[in-house]
């Protein structure tokens, strides 16, 4: 059973405008929550990453926010660009293991349009 | 940018067929990783590797194989391919532990199989 739920699956937006991905898990003990971009055919890329003390996070046009007691975390893209449009995965990352085991989200597809 | 170097980056082949996917890093890291994603799917891990001689099969059982004879080199074998190999496989790599940043994994940009 996949830990980590995302939602939408999809989402078109055009571009200039603004948008928020959901992330809601359930991995515990908690370590971190990081948010990846992935674009077609290519590897993720980090964007952000939150510890349990964190709120709030930004990279450029990019803010997470994590809520460590309902176990979510949002992602907002401002002014999106067309360059925005691919795959953003959440992970979480538990606390107990040595391995450093992940938890990916299925993802949420996003497109920009112009 | 991550010094993560997957080849080959697409690969077509018949059923039967041995393959070996390469996955190459240069940031001296310990810890290395296969995925393998399908659309629309999250990652699933199939494959580990804690250093040099250490290797353990990951969540998702696989009939793929992986040897770890040097630090900066984790490849992947299939031994005869079949359809339901097709897939993406994603190699990735981790630092050693240390605090907010423990537990980062580098991503290659991945191998694109597809088995007819």
């Known amino acids: 059973k996949n830990q980590v739920e995302q939602s939408p699956q999809s989402l078109i937006i055009l571009e200039g405008k603004n948008c928020t991905l959901q992330c809601n898990y359930t991995v515990s003990p908690f370590s971190n929550l990081r948010w990846y971009k992935q674009d077609t055919g290519r590897g993720p890329v980090s964007l952000t990453i939150m510890t349990f003390s964190e709120n709030t996070k930004s990279n450029g046009r990019y803010t997470a926010t994590l809520d460590a007691d309902t176990k979510q975390s949002s992602l907002h893209i401002t002014a999106s660009q067309l360059s925005d449009s691919a795959s953003y995965i959440c992970v979480v990352s538990d606390r107990g293991s040595t391995l450093g085991r992940l938890y990916f989200g299925r993802g949420t597809q996003l497109t920009v349009w112009p | 940018e991550a010094d993560i170097y997957q080849t080959p980056r697409y690969l077509v082949i018949g059923t039967g067929k041995k393959i070996t996917l390469e996955c190459s890093q240069t940031?001296?890291?310990?810890?290395m990783y296969w995925y393998q994603q399908d659309p629309g799917m999250e990652l699933h891990l199939i494959h580990y590797s804690y250093g040099v001689n250490s290797t353990e099969k990951g969540d998702l059982s696989s009939e793929s194989t992986v040897s770890r004879i040097r630090t900066e080199h984790f490849p992947l074998t299939l031994e005869s391919a079949r359809p339901s190999h097709t897939s993406q496989y994603l190699c990735a790599s981790s630092p050693p532990a240390s605090g907010q940043g423990s537990n980062e994994q580098y991503f290659g940009p991945g191998t694109r199989l597809t088995v007819t």
């Open positions: 940031m001296g890291h310990d810890k």
